[in-house]
């Protein structure tokens, strides 16, 4: 009898969490990538077969995955998310609110970055001769006008902008039919119910490919680290770290200043609610792998009603991309230094502008900011081929600056949710 108790309670033992298992891979892969980085001689099994082999496609694999959720994931998260709030004037209310909040905390986060930029020098003392045309593989992007830009926001074919990806044509397109299937009410229940069946069955999805996040973040991590080691971020150090502060005062100072005003929550409390989330950006460099987890943890730990975070945190994962704007902003002075080039003060204005407007376009994907960097490289007539040196790093940096950007996201949606009285904060305050 003892025997078949002792049996039974062995199933209460508590299993080990998602964000348990990222961490352990996390540490586990920084290991074994600096073990092929210093201690595995150079082969072309470790090289071709290891690392570009075994590492790269199941990394890859597992980003590839993530891919495929983004255009239905955030379509119809969008449709649902206006379809909820139901009423257009208040869905115009959030929308304009959400927007203001994303656009003033980007230009924020460059003039953050464009102080600490001046503030450290990091390209000071560079030898720009060591430079190599590794740039010329760098994506390049020509500013738009303003017009276009607006325009460009209008799908004329959405179904096309569905296939290619075109994530604003695709907001607009979700909100739209959203905000028609609010209005007709009974009368569109059948595509109503379709697209909330299919928006469960996207979650649904992404849990599952989520649950492979360990794996794919091991192979990342440890082939970030097997290609990089440690001595390739010396001669990009006070680079790295002018990167790393501003993304700190962003997220730590910025939002959490902001929370504060606007909603009175413990900004502290909040960082300790959201830190998996944030944990879990991290390993991807992806801000539309969180948009599921973001939503979940707004919801049951912080009190944010979904009806607000199904609209605020797709459309925040497209557009909001803070960390993207930092990193572009201290690349500018990096560069500028570097060259020895001069910049004017309506050259930093132009700067901030073009960087704002590039993070709206900005695709929630990894390391995608190294090409929308060219064209602010391109409004202040920056050599592009500076690209070229960031290169090296910039996972890492990318890895933190999504961090960031869906820590915006969550600040964003928790003030919007507060001002619309959709925030329980009897939930946030509730100790986990």
Do not use: W
């Not at 924020?108 to 001769?129: E, K, Q, R, T, Y």
């Not at 080039?341 to 502008?353: K, W």
């Not at 695709?363 to 090409?371: C, E, F, T």
Request: hydrophobic content about 50%; overall charge positive.
């Amino acid at each position: 009898m003892k025997e078949k108790n002792t049996k039974a309670k062995t199933p209460n033992k508590k299993a080990i969490g998602l964000t348990t298992k990222i961490f352990i891979a996390l540490i586990a892969g920084a290991i074994l990538g600096i073990i092929l980085c210093y201690l595995v001689p150079d082969s072309s099994f470790k090289k071709d077969v290891i690392i570009e082999g075994i590492l790269y496609v199941i990394g890859q694999g597992f980003i590839r995955l993530m891919k495929m959720l983004v255009v239905p994931l955030v379509f119809c998260s969008l449709v649902c998310g206006s379809m909820a709030i139901g009423d257009t004037k208040k869905l115009g209310t959030v929308g304009v609110r959400t927007l203001a909040f994303y656009l003033a905390t980007t230009a924020l986060a460059v003039c953050v970055a464009l102080g600490i930029g001046n503030l450290i020098n990091p390209g000071v003392g560079l030898d720009m001769s060591a430079i190599q045309s590794s740039a010329a593989s760098v994506e390049t992007m020509e500013a738009t006008s303003l017009t276009d830009t607006i325009l460009n926001i209008i799908p004329d074919n959405p179904i096309n902008s569905l296939a290619s990806g075109t994530m604003l044509q695709v907001i607009v397109f979700a909100l739209i039919v959203g905000v028609i299937l609010a209005k007709m009410g009974e009368r569109a229940e059948t595509v109503a119910n379709f697209f909330s069946q299919f928006n469960d069955i996207m979650m649904e999805m992404t849990m599952m490919i989520m649950s492979l996040a360990p794996i794919g973040v091991f192979c990342l991590i440890s082939r970030t680290f097997a290609n990089i080691g440690f001595s390739a971020f010396i001669p990009l150090a006070k680079y790295m770290i002018g990167v790393l502060l501003a993304l700190a005062i962003q997220c730590f100072g910025v939002y959490q200043i902001l929370l504060k005003i606007f909603t009175g929550l413990n900004p502290i409390r909040f960082i300790k609610k959201f830190f998996p989330v944030m944990a879990f950006a991290f390993s991807t460099a992806t801000s539309n792998a969180t948009i599921p987890m973001s939503i979940d943890t707004l919801s049951k730990k912080v009190g944010v009603s979904k009806k607000i975070s199904s609209f605020t945190i797709p459309l925040g994962a497209t557009i909001n991309m803070d960390g993207t704007s930092i990193m572009q902003g201290v690349a500018v002075v990096f560069a500028a230094q570097a060259f020895g080039i001069h910049l004017s003060p309506m050259d930093y204005v132009t700067v901030i502008g073009t960087a704002t407007l590039a993070s709206v376009g900005t695709a929630g994907v990894p390391s995608v900011g190294l090409v929308t960097l060219t064209m602010v490289f391109n409004s202040v007539g920056l050599p592009v081929e500076a690209i070229g040196l960031i290169m090296g790093i910039d996972r890492i940096l990318d890895m933190t600056r999504t961090a960031v950007n869906i820590t915006g996201d969550a600040v964003c949606t928790t003030i919007v949710a507060h001002q619309n009285g959709a925030l329980d904060k009897s939930v946030f305050n509730e100790t986990d």
